[in-house]
């Protein structure tokens, strides 16, 4: 290959990579920050450390290989960097080819990639809310959703949102209510997708011609789980939680075309309790004590598989999660923004940055535990311990690409449950708990066991209003019968 016609699109301007391929894989670790093909020898061993001890304290996998072989050679693949004898290393062109393959949305061929950087910044921005939010099927969702039904008032003066059809209407819902945060266009998406699914198992629609019965008949086969048509799939059986927020949806986005002229008359009014329910809301999924010590305890002894490095990977995600407080989609990496990341202010002194909801960043302070099995994970990567500044690196590697994803941090997770949960009996079967499950038991840790402010607890957890923060306060009675008693059965005060 000719690195050369490579680009790198992530510099503004864009910019070539040099002609040959040890100076390619020069400029990729620099760009990625991290080593990606290094080639010893005891020579270039003692150049670069000035003695075999220093040798041995920096890089004592490369010494072990050079005292046996000739040569020893350090690449990166697979989200870590390995080390084997030299002959038994991929040529330094293929390391190239594959990361280069790793990160085709930065690396493009001259012939595919942007040249300008309007059009670089336009090729690696993620796609737009609406087309994330809600994908189509087919042609036959893009026919059903492209009318005008009775409730519509798409050619009206009156009509502010401009919109002809459910179609138009629906994307700009999407754009101006959900395009803040991927998972919440995700979490919108899936939603009305599931009343379009029951609409047409039953040879309703459009959107805008539902009735308030119909939307009302909705409401029941969500609580109910009833069927629709033999060939369609079943609402099957939804958590309260799932059922809230399927009509909490449907409400904002009849309330939305109501309010900005597309329908003249809202058939959704009153469909669920809306802000009355996040007024109430009181979180439920508490993990017991008991649970979370046998996590702990089943992961500190549970013996490393064949491959290390999955075991510890699963301790540092279960680390994560738990001492962060974090959200499924804020762990998974995003290289759009380079987030989530590490930074070391001090040895020990670590800070996880994340991208939260209404993408806004959020640092975290890692206490000690989790930075010990975070530093330990990164040396078996073969990365430094503690993490460099601009480190543009996820923080979780995937075995088959460069970063895991919710889908296996999720995967990971249950697993833990799974092989604790059941052998203790739980209140709650394996199958309810998910990674979700941890941020709540961060939290409360917080409010209810250490009594952190407020306002430094909403900090942390990314919450919006300090009122879904103080939810966790009113939680735990037990608490609060502890204020009680130490205020009216302590010294009485004299007045003076």
């Known amino acids: 290959m000719n690195p ?8 503004v301007p864009p910019r070539q990579l040099p002609d040959s391929v040890e100076a390619a894989l020069t400029y990729v670790a620099e760009a990625l920050g991290h080593a990606v093909y290094v080639h010893w020898t005891l020579a270039r061993l003692k150049r670069r450390y000035g003695s075999l001890a220093e040798a041995k304290a920096a890089q004592p996998a490369v010494l072990k290989l050079l005292l046996a072989h000739d040569g020893a050679v350090e690449y990166w693949e697979r989200g870590r960097l390995r080390t084997v004898p030299a002959e038994q290393a991929p040529s330094p062109a293929t390391v190239l080819a594959r990361l280069l393959h790793t990160h085709r949305r930065r690396f493009r061929p001259v012939s595919s990639a942007p040249t300008t950087p309007a059009a670089a910044a336009e090729a690696t921005k993620a796609p737009a809310a609406p087309s994330s939010g809600l994908a189509t ?20 003066a009156t009509n502010t949102l401009g919109a002809a059809d459910d179609a ?5 819902f999407l754009r101006d209510r959900a395009s803040r945060s991927p998972h919440t266009s995700r979490a919108y998406g899936a939603e009305l997708q599931r009343l379009m699914r029951w609409c047409s198992a039953r040879q309703l629609g459009p959107l805008s011609d539902l009735t308030r019965q119909q939307l009302l008949a909705y409401r029941h086969a969500l609580q109910h789980g009833e069927r629709g048509a033999k060939d369609a799939a079943p609402l099957g059986h939804l958590s309260e939680a799932t059922r809230s927020r399927a009509l909490a949806v449907v409400a904002s986005c009849y309330r939305y075309w109501y309010d ?13 309790a809306g802000s009355r329910a996040r007024a109430g809301f009181a979180p439920a999924r508490l993990i017991p004590p008991a649970l979370l010590a046998a996590c702990e305890a089943w992961l500190d002894r549970s013996a490393p598989d064949a491959n290390p490095l999955t075991a510890l990977r699963r301790r540092a995600i279960w680390a994560l999660f738990r001492y962060t407080g974090v959200r499924l989609a804020e762990l998974a990496w995003s290289a759009e923004v380079g987030l989530p990341r590490l930074e070391a202010e001090a040895p020990g002194r670590w ?14 302070p890692l206490p000690a535990p989790c930075v010990a099995v975070l530093r330990a994970y990164r040396v078996l990567r073969g ?49 309810a708990l998910s990674p979700h499950w941890l941020r709540h038991a961060y939290a409360r840790t917080l409010v209810v066991d250490h009594q952190v402010p407020l306002p430094a607890a909403q900090a942390l957890l990314g919450h919006a209003s300090v009122q879904t923060t103080a939810a966790y306060a009113r939680t735990d009675l ?19």
């Open 383 to 431: 990365l430094p311990a503690e993490p460099p500044a601009h480190e543009a690196l996820p923080v979780i590697h995937g075995h088959k690409g460069e970063a895991l994803q919710s889908a296996g941090l999720y995967r990971e997770v249950k697993a833990i449950f799974a092989a604790v949960a059941d052998g203790l009996q739980a209140r709650e079967p394996a199958q």
């Open 478 to 496: 037990s608490q609060l019968r502890s204020f009680v008693e130490q205020t009216f059965t302590g010294p009485l005060r004299s007045e003076g």
């Open 351 to 364: 800070t996880l940055y994340v991208c939260g909801k209404g993408c806004k960043p959020r640092a975290i």
């Open 260 to 272: 900005t002229g597309y329908l003249h008359a809202n058939p959704a009014a009153g469909l669920c």
């Open 168 to 172: 138009q209407a629906l994307a700009l």
């Open 4 to 11: 050369a016609d490579w680009i790198d699109t992530a510099t």
């Open 137 to 156: 099927q087919g042609l036959a969702d893009l026919a059903w959703l492209a009318r005008a039904g009775r409730f519509a008032q798409p050619h009206a």
